[in-house]
């Protein structure tokens, strides 16, 4: 049958600059969260988590903030690089299923 | 840094036919899972494996689906009769802690059904 692609929310940032990745989520029960990032061709990738106790936490270039009053995440990417270019998604650990996620593009 | 590995990278096979993916987790994880992504598609849970048994499966993991961990280092998923559907890029994941942690990826194993 037809392979329909998946028209995923895109995001296109200039090199250098700030990128920021949201998602909202829907069981305010949730505890625990986690970002991935997906090259292409290649497996999921855990980039940062953060526990619902937590309003923001901060990695290497990455941030995440969490507003429990919304149910939203966001990931904020400092300096975007080209090598930043994926499809990031948010997943609740309870849940192991994931949203479709956004495709970040990053020009040079 | 220790990884989940899959095998094969990528299989072709004919519809009807049974195929079996490899996957061996990281060696002190007791969570394993696995996913397929259509191409072009979001990628999809299908059965989380536990102590020996499913703990959790989805709708697409069907009679035609079925895991195993045989020798306590790999992990498999078989499928029983190829579906032209069923062609996707099928990721293992292990989690050494349930409901909380990382899942660990490997980088998949392509299907490909003719």
């Known amino acids: 049958g037809e392979n329909v692609g998946l028209h995923l929310p895109t995001l296109s940032v200039q090199e250098g600059d700030n990128s920021i990745i949201n998602c909202a989520y829907s069981?305010?029960?949730?505890?625990?969260f986690i970002w991935y990032k997906q090259e292409s061709g290649k497996g999921p990738q855990f980039i940062i988590d953060i526990r619902s106790n937590m309003d923001k936490r901060q990695g290497q270039r990455v941030t995440v903030l969490l507003n429990k009053t919304v149910k939203h995440l966001s990931l904020q990417i400092a300096a975007t690089q080209p090598g930043d270019s994926a499809v990031y998604f948010c997943?609740?650990?309870?849940?192991?299923?994931f949203g479709a996620g956004t495709r970040l593009t990053v020009k040079p | 840094e220790p990884e989940v590995t899959q095998t094969p990278s990528h299989q072709v096979t004919q519809m009807g036919q049974e195929v079996i993916l490899r996957c061996v987790p990281i060696s002190n994880h007791l969570y394993f899972y696995w996913y397929r992504q259509i191409l072009g598609q979001k990628v999809e849970f299908l059965v989380s494996f536990y102590n020996n048994e499913i703990s959790e499966k989805s709708e697409i993991f069907d009679d035609q689906f079925s895991v195993e961990r045989p020798d306590g280092s790999n992990f498999t998923l078989k499928i029983r009769s190829t579906k032209l559907e069923d062609s996707a890029m099928y990721f293992c994941a292990s989690s050494g802690r349930v409901n909380t942690g990382e899942l660990f990826f490997g980088e998949g194993s392509r299907l490909t059904v003719l």
């Open positions: 997943a609740e650990r309870g849940d192991m299923r």
């Open positions: 069981n305010s029960a949730s505890d625990y």
